[in-house]
């Protein structure tokens, strides 16, 4: 699109709004689903559902949930302005999130809902993977707190389309904190608010700190606080804690007074200390002080000895018969790894999951992804399920055997909508849960033959999770029953009864000879081991650990061993199993058969319509639309010329994304004609983006008043259509250009022609800690583009591009690392010195020490600048030119970690976070070759450059991430001096 129209300004409101941009609505795998099965759209009196049409009941269950929450949570509303329908989308795409999209720069406000997860941590802190009607009514906080919008930009955004919602400015710990909290407040006791697992882990951390909770661990970029965020986890808390303390009621106060805000970015400090008397800075200073006064906190008991210290920010668990444990584990200075211990505890091996050629068997390896966690009965093999990427980008499931005397990868077996379970005994079975929907079922693979068949054929809204099979083919598994989870056995001849019915969190159950199984259960508001007797349901109390146990397993001799929580981390805990303490009858009531399925399809909510989509839906209804303005001045014949910029900007698509169209029109003052920008994408073929785009701009003929020379006057017509999609992690794309440039002379005028098709993709495969960032790994990219006289070009040459990045980790310390790279690029049978390298910047304010210098090019203005040009660090300020370059660079990287924030800067402005200072030293070597022209005879050149930099890396508003640098760099070669720059550059 045009970039000049890009940066003009709105004069109706007052800001810079940008102009019509063409992406896609969703992302490749949510539009995929979309554009792949016929869609309907469900109506209630609240709410807008988009769903597959073959998950009719489903939808008609969520809606149920989701309208009524939306009509709890708009009765705490201040304003009493109308708000629209909230406008949700229910994907089958296995993204294993949910989200809501904010109104801004043309975006619409919207909802997208997956129906169902596979990750099991939604089982594991109350949600449950089948219950997204649950997890609608977190999305629905975030909907309705992002439409109270008053005054100013009520009228702005019902004038000219979706520009910006005020409340996204405060902060992602009040909009995260703040669903958290109400998730588990709307009609059901569901969720994290309820989870004593959630509860743990930051009374864990609270202990650690002995109560000194900053303003910093608010930050979704505290990394000490991984892998649940502290805009989640503190967040929740705080917001806890201002309600109980202020009352709920001042929190939609605060929503109401930044919705009716015309500055909303600034002074969000002020606006809370007119709702709450005392800025947020403040607030979290009483808070602290109160955490500080709320122990005494618990220690790990004398019989719990600690085996591992370090299991990082989270990890799994699963014991083998002899003893033998596995832990997958991923740390702040470690990557995700296997770990394996003799049943003595000494570390068998420690194997990093991360593979890095092309043909890798999977892609994911955080153990967030990893469920059903389990030996064979000898030992020698170990299964789990990982949540891989798929080839569209959403989550693919699937069972991985692995050799456990050395790590090695032996088999794997796709399993769709599935989450992790257990091997029998025999190793011959693995069981699972597969989702169809919102209804979970176990499964069973035949390890020998692969072939999978169901267990079960519930009905209705279900979660199941963490089965595990016994000898005789028993199988316990857990079932959210209510709000909680409850442990149910399924009996061989297919019967199901449930073992606990006593309203507590029971999870993660495993076998201890025929007539026992350990398990979590919630003790006090904490989960700890116990002991349950299958045949009577008698449970006992096997632990006291501290704050959370997590994937309690047996081990031989009576002993038990657990991931333990501490501070904010897990460590890896062994202790021998005592008497234990008897949990009172009556929490272990059994009998009845399994509870009715929620299979009711019409659901008690009013439904107003319900009919297919049409194509064309909202498609005419832009959801960006107004003019836009811009006031400046140019050199012109002598003088200075007032300039007039205008124009009208048009932005939309249809309800699914399937089309999206942008156009810009615009005219300055004194241009030979309007300039213009129009684009059409099309995800109707999803995966593949189809995308037209074609603008016009121009600029008059100028006399530079320096020389009296005479600038022609330029009008350049150009286009493009491209075709792209994502295999994995692999962006590839086909694209065909044309660019026709009239430039006018005073003896006339000239025009010239670039025509030509292209493809570029780029692939990787890292490996990186959150301290460090990459450590390990390989990226390689390439592009072609080929102009060719039998297109219509008046020149035939191609545009060659190849870069190859290696990360190494170096020794002694986990967070300096080394980045090799090697980037090759020609421009073959190009006019001599097309190819620009260097007097590229770094960031997007900077200032050099040196004027800017270039060699001297082809003469030919056709070329946008941009199309081709290299970067070489060290020549920010001089340009060379040539035909050919290979460039070979080395980068140390040492950061300095800081992880420190404020809740505003300087009161006006936004929160800040520092998150570290990266100190590094770098070198660039280019060696250039270029043709023989009228400017000289051809020639090579070596130009190399060496130098040190530090970049002040942070975080802004908690979503501007701003990188403050420093860099000096010597170049020996070109008679170039020192140079040194400072800039601001966006991560």
């Given at each position: ?484 989870f409850d442990l149910w056995i399924r009996e061989p001849d297919g019967s199901e009864r449930p073992l606990t019915r006593d309203g507590k969190f029971n999870y993660s159950p495993r076998w201890v000879g025929p007539d026992q199984v350990v398990a979590l259960h919630e003790v006090d508001g904490r989960t700890q081991a116990v002991r349950i007797q299958v045949s009577t349901g008698a449970m006992t109390v096997i632990t006291d650990a501290p704050f959370v146990v997590l994937d309690p397993v047996p081990l031989p001799g009576g002993r038990l061993a657990f991931v333990n929580r501490e501070g904010w981390g897990w460590t890896l805990d062994w202790m021998d199993v005592e008497q234990g303490r008897p949990v009172p009858a009556p929490q272990t009531a059994q009998g009845g058969g399994p509870p009715a399925s929620d299979v009711t399809a019409e659901p008690d909510v009013p439904v107003l319509t319900d009919d297919p989509y049409h194509a064309f839906d909202n498609l005419l209804v832009p959801t960006l639309r107004g003019p836009f303005i811009a006031f400046g001045s140019r050199e012109q014949y002598g003088g200075t010329q007032s300039t007039v910029y205008g124009g009208v900007s048009l932005q939309g698509s249809d309800r699914l994304g399937l089309h999206q169209y942008a156009l810009n029109i615009g005219y300055e003052t004194s241009d030979p004609g309007p300039s213009f920008s129009v684009g059409y994408g099309n995800y109707q073929l999803a995966p593949v983006y189809l995308q ?296």
């Amino acid at each position: 699109m045009d970039g000049r129209a890009c940066a003009l300004v709105l004069p109706v409101l007052l800001v810079v709004t940008g102009c019509a941009t063409l992406s896609p609505r969703f992302d490749q795998a949510i539009t995929t689903s979309f554009a792949r099965q016929p869609m309907r759209k469900l109506e209630t009196g609240r709410v807008q559902l988009y769903y597959p049409e073959a998950k009719r009941d489903e939808a008609l269950r969520l809606i149920q949930r989701l309208d009524r929450c939306v009509e709890l949570l708009r009765r705490n509303r201040f304003s009493a302005t109308p708000r629209p329908k909230v406008l949700a989308y229910l994907t089958t795409a296995n993204f294993d999130n949910a989200y809501v999209q904010p109104q801004v720069a043309g975006l619409p406000i919207q909802m997208v809902l997956a129906h169902h997860f596979t990750t099991e941590f939604f089982n594991l802190l109350e949600i449950g993977t089948n219950h997204v009607d649950d997890v609608s009514c977190h999305e629905a906080v975030h909907y309705v707190q992002f439409q109270e919008v008053d005054e100013l930009w009520y009228y702005l955004n019902l004038a000219f389309g979706d520009l910006l919602d005020p409340n996204i400015f405060t902060e992602s710990y009040f909009l995260e904190g703040l669903a958290t909290y109400y998730e588990g407040r709307l009609d059901r006791d569901t969720g994290r608010p309820h989870s004593p697992i959630w509860r743990g882990l930051f009374e864990s951390g609270v202990a650690l700190r002995k109560g000194e909770i900053h303003s910093g661990d608010l930050s979704s970029a505290q990394r000490e606080l991984l892998p649940f965020g502290g805009n989640y986890l503190v967040g929740m808390h705080f917001i806890e804690w201002l309600a109980r303390r202020y009352g709920a009621d001042k929190l939609w106060e605060l929503i109401d007074v930044q919705g009716r805000s015309w500055i909303p970015v600034l002074g969000v400090s002020f606006r809370f200390m007119w709702v709450y008397g005392k800025g947020p800075g403040e607030l979290v200073d009483e808070w602290r002080e109160s955490l500080r006064h709320s122990g005494p906190w618990r220690e790990r008991p004398g019989n719990q000895k600690v085996l591992d210290p370090d299991l990082g920010y989270f990890a799994r668990l699963a014991s083998a018969p002899d003893g033998t444990l596995a832990a997958v584990t991923a740390g702040r200075d470690s990557s995700s790894e296997l770990r394996i211990y003799d049943p003595d505890g000494s570390v068998r091996f420690r194997r990093p999951l991360t593979n890095f050629w092309p043909g890798r068997p999977y892609i994911a390896t955080s153990p967030l992804s990893v469920s059903g966690l389990s030996f064979d009965g000898s030992g020698a093999r170990l299964y789990l399920v990982l949540a891989d990427v798929g080839i569209d980008g959403d989550t693919a499931p699937k069972l991985l055997a692995l050799d456990a005397q050395e790590g090695r990868l032996l088999q794997t077996w796709e399993t769709p909508d599935a989450l992790g379970g257990g091997v029998d005994p025999a190793g011959k079975r693995y069981v699972f849960i597969r989702s169809h929907a919102d209804t979970a079922d176990l499964w069973e693979l035949d390890l020998a033959s692969g072939e999978q068949r169901p267990l079960t054929r519930h009905q209705g809204r279900l979660t199941l999770g963490a089965p595990a099979m016994a000898q005789d083919g028993r199988v316990v598994f857990a079932r959210k029953i209510g709000d909680d989870f409850d442990l149910w056995i399924r009996e061989p001849d297919g019967s199901e009864r449930p073992l606990t019915r006593d309203g507590k969190f029971n999870y993660s159950p495993r076998w201890v000879g025929p007539d026992q199984v350990v398990a979590l259960h919630e003790v006090d508001g904490r989960t700890q081991a116990v002991r349950i007797q299958v045949s009577t349901g008698a449970m006992t109390v096997i632990t006291d650990a501290p704050f959370v146990v997590l994937d309690p397993v047996p081990l031989p001799g009576g002993r038990l061993a657990f991931v333990n929580r501490e501070g904010w981390g897990w460590t890896l805990d062994w202790m021998d199993v005592e008497q234990g303490r008897p949990v009172p009858a009556p929490q272990t009531a059994q009998g009845g058969g399994p509870p009715a399925s929620d299979v009711t399809a019409e659901p008690d909510v009013p439904v107003l319509t319900d009919d297919p989509y049409h194509a064309f839906d909202n498609l005419l209804v832009p959801t960006l639309r107004g003019p836009f303005i811009a006031f400046g001045s140019r050199e012109q014949y002598g003088g200075t010329q007032s300039t007039v910029y205008g124009g009208v900007s048009l932005q939309g698509s249809d309800r699914l994304g399937l089309h999206q169209y942008a156009l810009n029109i615009g005219y300055e003052t004194s241009d030979p004609g309007p300039s213009f920008s129009v684009g059409y994408g099309n995800y109707q073929l999803a995966p593949v983006y189809l995308q037209a785009v074609f603008s016009r701009s121009a600029d008059p003929a100028l006399r530079d008043v320096s020389d009296n020379s005479f600038i022609p006057s330029v009008v350049d017509m150009s286009g493009g259509i491209s075709a792209s999609r994502t295999f994995w992690t692999t962006p590839v794309s086909l694209n065909f250009l044309g660019l026709h440039r009239k430039e006018g002379f005073e003896s006339g005028t000239r025009n010239s022609d670039l025509f030509g098709p292209g493809v570029s993709t780029a692939w990787s495969a890292t490996e990186s800690t959150p301290y460090a960032g990459i450590r390990r790994g390989i990226a390689l990219t390439g592009s072609v583009q080929w102009f060719a006289k039998t297109f219509g070009s008046d020149f035939t040459f191609a545009d060659l591009r190849a870069t190859a990045a290696l990360y190494l980790p170096l020794p002694f310390w986990a967070r300096h690392t080394l980045q090799l790279t090697v980037r090759g690029r020609a421009l073959a049978g190009a006019p001599a010195r097309l190819l620009r390298v260097g007097g590229s910047n770094r960031g997007f304010l900077e200032w050099d020490s040196q004027p800017e210098k270039s060699q001297a090019g082809t003469g030919l203005a056709i070329f946008p600048d941009i199309t081709f040009r290299e970067p070489l660090r060290g020549y920010e300020d001089a340009t060379l030119r040539c035909n050919e370059v290979v460039i070979a660079g080395a980068r140390y990287r040492a950061p300095i970690i800081v992880d420190h924030g404020w809740s505003s800067f300087l009161w006006l402005f936004p929160s800040v976070f520092i998150r570290q200072a990266d100190l590094e030293v770098f070198g660039e070597w280019a060696h250039t070759w270029t043709s023989e022209s009228s400017s000289g005879p051809a020639v090579t050149g070596d130009h190399r450059t060496f130098g040190g930099a530090v970049y002040f890396r942070t975080l802004w508003g908690s979503g501007l991430p701003l990188s403050f640098f420093y860099q000096f760099a010597v170049r020996p070669d070109d008679g170039l001096t020192p140079l040194h720059v400072l800039g601001v550059s966006l991560e």
